[in-house]
């Protein structure tokens, strides 16, 4: 066989090789590498440290908030101002554009630099045998060939390949997403088999929680799983958001009605007579007028309050647009062990003597109790209950305390359950442990599948066993029963096992022999035969309290929930029924079930099947990549490294902040603070609420500007004096309405906003009902603007009298309209105008800063204003309450129709 260069990893099945091939292909060996050639292979391979992506520069993340479409219709307009030298329009223009920029640029930068904690990962030292002995050193230096020793509360440093093991067990749901840890052992293993299923390898992340162990670095840096993974996270393209699609849709509309009603204004004038150099400067000035200048500074403002609004509820996002993504989500896709469950192993049921027994307590609820047959019994009543827990507490190598609010694990989370679970049923672990001496003990080994201990029990000792049940089982001939012993039968133990193992439950099975002698520490181990089978513990990784109520909210708000896992798949239906994810029975796909479809044939399964199982990292990619060619607006969360590539190509990627590792903060858009599944909840509607903001700032400002254009190409086409001065145009778009619209942004939720289904993820931010009711609108105030301007001309009026008089209409019909725009459907007269207080004063501030520029004589100069008597006060304000009798009719005809 050819020799292999230790530092290229890939390609080579390092599970499949015993020892002997092992240290030929590392060129290493039982005394390590030699100092010298450690370091002349880290000169080759570099360190062992995943590759980094650098922070974005100020400056990138500044010029990423210029990139809207409406920014670049501004930019456009600014630069026109400029070569027609009107600076008050270039000013205005450009302090829109920066305001915009400035404040997405401090939200954003802010939670850019809260979420760049990717090398916590890899601060570790690493215990290594070179040049014969044994040294301690950082992390980064290990190179492939290097011998590590690794033990409990150690996390992994690279890939490596054991050797040696003794009752190693190791966390890898940081890589698999089970959440029980993986029994190690150092045997080669077939050369196909699932890498969640090499247990001869080590992965860099993972870790060690009981045992320790040894073996060779077969991958560093990028070369180990965890660095595909993060190779995977840096080179992956995000999405563009919902909401940026709409921006670029309605930009791109804007654009053509921009241009469209330009060179219809120029077309116009010249046919009627206008010079063409003047109507250049009107079609310009139209164009400039035409343009939503307050959209870019009121979406940004609408997101901002969006993310402060998520935050108090502890939903973190890092992306102003993600905000809104969430409510568009049509399917979130959830990771199970720490997202829909605690991700800690409790003691769910106990069987003992034939009857089952579940454990009713919780962490800080009374102990003592168990629920038996739907009935409180106390332990004393039942002597193999107690013998069963006793057994469990004494094959334990665990701790646990109790802080004064819970029960605190030190050591293998299964080993906990049972130590805490005793407790809470009234055996203190420490007490029976100091009564019942140790004599000798066997650790668990994976081979083996069962770990014993002889104690002194009494006068005399007995000996106790844990593990597999048919490991344990094969050991027994009597069967414990509250009131003495029988006859074993095993078939009725292994469907009493069975039976809990379908329902997902984790089971180990207890033991015991009294023995006849006390035996010496140094005597052989006494023969395990003849046992007295003392019952079964199942033990299950329970959901997150309001999880349950948390999908069923999802599913009537029209979000569908699918779970995504690297657990069995008998656990995550488990799971999934208990948390009415699913049906009962319902089908579940593993990942080497998915490894044999096509891409069109997942793209079927994913739109019936609600829970997947047993998958990879590429498997979840698939799986979204299909979701979202299915049309769906795809929501992933999750906290492990294995879930880190399907958050960066999600629509959305949601990450815990608690217990979620760096690496899938770094690849989230949102960041539960946490921990929380029912938190989703609440950013969905969140998420909806900013949406249906922005729809409604949207609609304002469409709606007034284009009732200003309907104005202006009118009075065009019927060859009358210019309706209102371009500096009007100005006052208009910026300082009264822009001061309403930034107010719509703190517009509280409406009541039926998770009661309505997803929006479709083709639909505009305006819906076509809105649009109807902007080209309605417009008429309406163009068309009462217009009449009160030719009304003041025929009356004698001087011509800056009657453009007041239009301009001071058009301020009232949109003080009118920000009412019209608090909701699709909800008559204006059902709103409590003091709900949203930003909003009332905004329209009355709006209001009273035109009426005072009117009466203040520099204004008066500068705008072209003239004073107006209440007669004409009065007349403005029954014509512009015009628009609001044209929606409520249009709004009840339209709930009869939704209902």
Same mark, same amino acid.
């Given at each position: 066989?050819?020799?292999?260069?230790?530092?290229?990893?890939?390609?080579?099945?390092?599970?499949?090789?015993?020892?002997?091939?092992?240290?030929?292909?590392?060129?290493?060996?039982?005394?390590?590498?030699?100092?010298?050639?450690?370091?002349?292979? =880290?000169?080759?391979?570099?360190?062992?440290?995943?590759?980094?992506?650098?922070? #974005?520069?100020?400056?990138?993340?500044?010029?990423?908030?210029?990139?809207?479409?409406?920014?670049?219709?501004?930019?456009?307009?600014?630069?026109?101002?400029?070569?027609?030298?009107?600076?008050?329009?270039?000013?205005?223009?450009?302090?829109? =554009?920066?305001?915009?920029?400035?404040?997405?640029?401090?939200?954003?930068?802010?939670?850019?630099?809260?979420?760049?904690?990717? *090398?916590?990962?890899?601060?570790?030292?690493?215990?290594?045998?070179?040049?014969?002995?044994?040294?301690?050193?950082?992390?980064?230096?290990?190179?492939?060939?290097?011998?590590?020793?690794?033990?409990?509360?150690?996390?992994?440093?690279?890939?490596?390949?054991?050797?040696?093991?003794?009752?190693?067990?190791?966390?890898?749901?940081?890589?698999?997403?089970?959440?029980?840890?993986?029994?190690?052992?150092?045997?080669?293993?077939?050369?196909?088999?699932?890498?969640?299923?090499?247990?001869?390898?080590?992965?860099?992340?993972?870790?060690? !929680?009981?045992?320790?162990?040894?073996?060779?670095?077969?991958?560093?840096?990028?070369?180990?799983?965890?660095?595909?993974?993060?190779?995977?996270?840096?080179?992956?393209?995000?999405?563009?958001?919902?909401?940026?699609?709409?921006?670029?849709?309605?930009?791109?509309?804007?654009?053509?009605?921009?241009?469209?009603?330009?060179?219809?204004?120029?077309? $116009?004038?010249?046919?009627?007579?206008?010079?063409?150099?003047?109507?250049?400067?009107?079609?310009?000035?139209?164009?400039?007028?035409?343009?939503?200048?307050?959209?870019?500074?009121?979406?940004?403002?609408?997101?901002?309050?969006?993310?402060?609004?998520?935050?108090?509820?502890?939903?973190?996002?890092?992306?102003?647009? /993600?905000?809104?993504?969430?409510?568009?989500?049509?399917?979130?896709?959830?990771?199970?062990?720490?997202?829909?469950?605690?991700?800690?192993?409790?003691?769910?049921?106990?069987?003992?003597?034939?009857?089952?027994?579940?454990?009713?307590?919780?962490?800080?609820?009374?102990?003592?109790?168990?629920?038996?047959?739907?009935?409180?019994?106390?332990?004393?009543?039942?002597?193999?209950?107690?013998?069963?827990?006793?057994?469990?507490? @004494?094959?334990?190598?665990?701790?646990?305390?109790?802080?004064?609010?819970?029960?605190?694990?030190?050591?293998?989370?299964?080993?906990?359950?049972?130590?805490?679970? +005793?407790?809470?049923?009234?055996?203190?672990?420490?007490?029976?442990?100091?009564?019942?001496?140790? $004599?000798?003990?066997?650790?668990?080994?994976?081979?083996?599948?069962?770990?014993?201990?002889?104690?002194?029990?009494?006068?005399?000792?007995?000996?106790?066993?844990?593990?597999?049940?048919?490991?344990?089982?094969?050991?027994?001939?009597?069967?414990?029963?509250?009131? &003495?012993?029988?006859?074993?039968? #095993?078939?009725?133990?292994?469907?009493? /096992?069975?039976?809990? +193992? /379908?329902?997902?439950?984790?089971?180990?099975?207890?033991?015991?022999?009294?023995?006849?002698?006390?035996?010496?520490?140094?005597?052989?181990?006494?023969?395990?035969?003849?046992?007295?089978?003392?019952?079964?513990?199942?033990?299950?990784?329970?959901?997150?309290?309001?999880?349950?109520?948390? =999908?069923?909210?999802?599913?009537?708000?029209?979000?569908?929930?699918?779970?995504?896992?690297g657990d069995h798949a008998v656990t995550a239906r488990a799971i999934g029924e208990a948390l009415d994810l699913c049906e009962p029975g319902a089908p579940v796909f593993t990942g080497r079930e998915l490894a044999a479809l096509t891409d069109e044939q997942l793209r079927q399964i994913v739109r019936t099947v609600s829970i997947f199982a047993r998958v990879t990292p590429e498997d979840k990619l698939r799986i979204v990549r299909a979701l979202r060619a299915n049309g769906e607006v795809v929501a992933v969360t999750g906290d492990g490294v294995n879930d880190a590539?399907?958050?960066?190509?999600?629509?959305?990627?949601?990450?815990? &902040?608690?217990?979620? !590792?760096?690496?899938?903060?770094?690849?989230?858009?949102?960041?539960?603070?946490?921990?929380?599944?029912?938190?989703?909840?609440?950013?969905?509607?969140?998420?909806?609420?900013?949406?249906?903001?922005?729809?409604?700032?949207?609609?304002?400002?469409?709606?007034?500007?284009?009732?200003?254009?309907?104005?202006?190409?009118?009075?065009?086409?019927?060859?009358?004096?210019?309706?209102?001065?371009?500096?009007?145009? $100005?006052?208009?778009?910026?300082?009264?309405?822009?001061? *309403?619209?930034?107010?719509?942004?703190?517009?509280?939720?409406?009541?039926?906003?998770?009661?309505?289904?997803?929006?479709?993820?083709?639909?505009?931010?305006?819906?076509?009902?809105?649009?109807?009711?902007?080209?309605?609108?417009?008429?309406?105030?163009?068309?009462?603007?217009?009449?009160?301007?030719?009304?003041?001309?025929?009356?004698?009026?001087? @011509?800056?009298?009657?453009?007041?008089?239009?301009?001071?209409?058009?301020?009232?019909?949109?003080?009118?309209?920000?009412?019209?725009?608090?909701?699709?459907?909800?008559?204006?007269?059902?709103?409590?105008?003091?709900?949203?207080?930003?909003?009332?004063?905004? /329209?009355?501030? %709006?209001?009273?800063?035109?009426?005072?520029?009117?009466?203040?004589?520099?204004?008066?100069?500068?705008?072209?204003?003239?004073?107006?008597?209440?007669?004409?006060?009065?007349?403005?304000?029954?014509?512009?309450?015009?628009?609001? %009798?044209?929606?409520?009719?249009?709004?009840? =005809?339209?709930?009869?129709?939704?209902?």
């Open positions: 066989m050819e020799t292999t260069s230790p530092e290229r990893a890939g390609g080579v099945a390092w599970h499949a090789l015993d020892r002997r091939e092992l240290e030929r292909r590392l060129h290493s060996g039982p005394a390590g590498l030699s100092r010298v050639e450690a370091a002349a292979r =880290i000169a080759r391979v570099g360190p062992n440290a995943l590759p980094e992506s650098p922070p #974005p520069s100020d400056a990138a993340i500044f010029f990423r908030q210029l990139k809207s479409p409406l920014i670049a219709i501004l930019g456009i307009a600014a630069v026109v101002t400029v070569v027609l030298q009107e600076w008050v329009d270039t000013a205005v223009i450009a302090a829109v =554009i920066v305001l915009d920029a400035v404040v997405g640029f401090f939200q954003e930068r802010g939670a850019e630099r809260s979420a760049r904690s990717l *090398q916590r990962l890899l601060t570790p030292r690493a215990r290594v045998v070179r040049d014969g002995r044994e040294w301690e050193i950082d992390s980064r230096e290990l190179v492939p060939g290097d011998l590590v020793l690794v033990e409990s509360g150690n996390r992994v440093p690279a890939d490596i390949r054991l050797i040696a093991t003794a009752g190693l067990r190791v966390d890898e749901s940081l890589l698999t997403g089970e959440s029980a840890p993986v029994d190690k052992s150092s045997a080669p293993l077939p050369e196909v088999v699932d890498a969640a299923d090499r247990v001869n390898m080590l992965f860099m992340g993972t870790v060690v !929680t009981s045992g320790r162990g040894r073996g060779y670095v077969v991958a560093t840096g990028r070369t180990s799983q965890l660095g595909a993974i993060a190779e995977t996270i840096r080179t992956a393209e995000s999405p563009e958001t919902p909401l940026q699609r709409r921006m670029s849709q309605l930009g791109r509309a804007i654009g053509v009605i921009v241009a469209v009603t330009s060179a219809l204004a120029f077309a $116009i004038g010249v046919a009627v007579g206008q010079p063409p150099a003047d109507m250049f400067l009107v079609a310009v000035g139209l164009a400039v007028a035409a343009v939503p200048e307050g959209l870019p500074v009121a979406f940004t403002i609408t997101l901002a309050l969006g993310v402060r609004r998520m935050a108090r509820r502890n939903a973190i996002v890092r992306r102003l647009p /993600a905000v809104e993504t969430l409510g568009s989500t049509t399917v979130i896709g959830s990771d199970k062990t720490g997202t829909l469950t605690e991700n800690r192993m409790v003691v769910h049921e106990v069987w003992s003597g034939g009857l089952t027994f579940s454990v009713a307590a919780e962490d800080d609820e009374p102990i003592g109790a168990l629920l038996a047959a739907g009935a409180i019994a106390e332990i004393p009543e039942h002597p193999a209950v107690y013998e069963t827990l006793l057994a469990g507490v @004494l094959t334990n190598d665990a701790s646990a305390f109790w802080d004064g609010r819970t029960y605190r694990v030190q050591g293998d989370p299964t080993e906990g359950a049972l130590l805490v679970t +005793a407790a809470r049923l009234g055996i203190e672990p420490e007490a029976v442990r100091a009564a019942h001496e140790p $004599i000798v003990e066997l650790p668990f080994e994976p081979e083996r599948q069962f770990s014993a201990s002889v104690r002194r029990y009494g006068a005399q000792a007995a000996v106790f066993v844990k593990g597999a049940p048919e490991r344990v089982l094969a050991m027994c001939d009597r069967l414990r029963r509250d009131d &003495g012993e029988s006859a074993l039968d #095993p078939a009725f133990v292994q469907d009493a /096992a069975a039976t809990m +193992a /379908a329902r997902g439950l984790r089971v180990l099975a207890v033991a015991m022999r009294r023995l006849t002698a006390l035996p010496d520490d140094r005597a052989p181990f006494p023969e395990l035969q003849g046992l007295t089978f003392l019952g079964l513990i199942g033990m299950v990784d329970p959901p997150r309290p309001g999880v349950r109520e948390a =999908i069923a909210g999802c599913r009537a708000a029209g979000l569908r929930v699918v779970m995504i896992t590539p399907a958050l960066q190509a999600a629509d959305i990627g949601i990450a815990m &902040g608690r217990s979620g !590792t760096d690496v899938a903060r770094e690849a989230a858009a949102m960041i539960l603070a946490d921990d929380n599944f029912v938190t989703i909840y609440a950013a969905v509607e969140e998420g909806r609420v900013t949406f249906d903001n922005v729809r409604k700032v949207t609609f304002f400002l469409v709606s007034t500007g284009a009732a200003t254009i309907v104005a202006l190409l009118a009075g065009l086409a019927l060859r009358w004096p210019i309706v209102f001065l371009p500096v009007q145009l $100005i006052w208009l778009n910026v300082v009264t309405n822009g001061l *309403q619209d930034v107010a719509l942004a703190f517009e509280p939720g409406e009541r039926d906003v998770l009661k309505r289904p997803p929006r479709r993820p083709n639909e505009g931010i305006m819906s076509g009902r809105l649009w109807r009711r902007t080209m309605v609108t417009g008429i309406i105030m163009a068309l009462g603007t217009l009449v009160l301007f030719r009304w003041e001309l025929d009356q004698g009026a001087t @011509l800056a009298h009657a453009q007041t008089v239009a301009l001071t209409t058009m301020v009232l019909f949109q003080t009118f309209q920000i009412g019209n725009a608090r909701s699709e459907l909800e008559s204006v007269f059902r709103l409590n105008p003091f709900s949203n207080p930003f909003l009332f004063a905004s /329209a009355v501030a %709006a209001l009273a800063v035109h009426v005072g520029a009117l009466a203040f004589p520099p204004t008066q100069f500068l705008l072209g204003f003239e004073p107006l008597d209440w007669a004409t006060w009065l007349r403005m304000v029954a014509v512009a309450l015009s628009v609001v %009798a044209v929606v409520e009719v249009q709004k009840l =005809i339209q709930r009869h129709r939704v209902q």
